[in-house]
T-cell receptor, first 114, second 112 residues
C-alpha cells in the first residue's frame, strides 16, 4: 500500500494522559499536514512540514500539541495532558511541493478521551 | 469572518438532477481552490481543483470560480445516489503557508 498511513486507527485514553500518533506519508511527498476533524465540521488545519522543517505551527490548538518530522519522512503528533475536548479524528495528509499538488489523506486516527 | 464558508445543508436533489454547491473565501489573494468529497466515516478525497485563471470540467463535475465575489462553486450533473456525501471546499490561503483551509462542508443527499 503506497498511500498515507496513520497509526493507530483508534485510540481511547484517559483524561490527563499523553498520546502520540504516527503518520507515514506517500514516499515521494515532501509536504505533510496535520488536521483535526470533529463531527459535522471540515478538517481544521493544525500544522505542516516541508521535509523536516515545520513551516507553520501557529494553528496548533494549544501548547499541549506538538508535532515532529525528524528526518523528513514520517511524522508524529503528540497531545499532552489530554482533555475530553481533544476527542476527534486526527487526519494526516501529504503532497508534493506544488501549488496544484493534491493533498492525499490517510484514514485518520480517532481519539476518544474518557 | 471564517476563511472558508459553506452552507452545511443538507442539500437534497433527485437522481438525475444538477446539484450546485457553493463556498466563499475571505483571502482575496488565494490562487488555488479544491473540492473534496468525504463519505461518512472516511477520509476526504479530491474531486477537482482549479486555479484562479478559469473554470474546469471533468466528467459530470464542473468547478467555477468567481474571483470578484470570492466564491467557488461545484456543479454535479446527472446526480447519482452514490454522490451522496459531504463536499468540502478548500482554499490555499496565504496566511497558512501553503496548507489547505477547509470549509465545514455541505452534505448532499441524492434520492433515487
Amino acid at each position: 500500500d503506497t498511500g498515507v498511513s496513520q497509526d493507530p486507527r483508534h485510540k481511547i485514553t484517559k483524561r490527563g494522559q499523553n498520546v502520540t500518533f504516527r503518520c507515514d506519508p506517500i514516499s515521494e511527498h515532501n509536504r505533510l499536514y496535520w488536521y483535526r476533524q470533529t463531527l459535522g465540521q471540515g478538517p481544521e488545519f493544525l500544522t505542516y512540514f516541508q521535509n523536516e522543517a515545520q513551516l507553520e505551527k501557529s494553528r496548533l490548538l494549544s501548547d499541549r500539541f506538538s508535532a515532529e518530522r525528524p528526518k523528513g519522512s514520517f511524522s508524529t503528533l503528540e497531545i499532552q495532558r489530554t482533555e475530553q475536548g481533544d476527542s476527534a479524528m486526527y487526519l494526516c495528509a501529504s503532497s508534493l511541493r506544488s501549488e496544484s499538488a493534491e493533498a492525499f489523506f490517510g484514514q485518520g486516527t480517532r481519539l476518544t478521551v474518557v | 469572518q471564517k476563511e472558508v464558508e459553506q452552507n452545511s445543508g443538507p442539500l437534497s436533489v433527485p437522481e438525475g438532477a444538477i446539484a450546485s454547491l457553493n463556498c466563499t473565501y475571505s483571502d482575496r489573494g488565494s490562487q488555488s481552490f479544491f473540492w473534496y468529497r468525504q463519505y461518512s466515516g472516511k477520509s476526504p478525497e479530491l474531486i477537482m481543483f482549479i486555479y484562479s485563471n478559469g473554470d474546469k470540467e471533468d466528467g459530470r463535475f464542473t468547478a467555477q470560480l468567481n474571483k470578484a465575489s470570492q466564491y467557488v462553486s461545484l456543479l454535479i450533473r446527472d446526480s447519482q445516489p452514490s454522490d451522496s456525501a459531504t463536499y468540502l471546499c478548500a482554499v490555499k490561503a496565504n496566511q497558512a503557508g501553503t496548507a489547505l483551509i477547509f470549509g465545514k462542508g455541505t452534505t448532499l443527499s441524492v434520492s433515487s
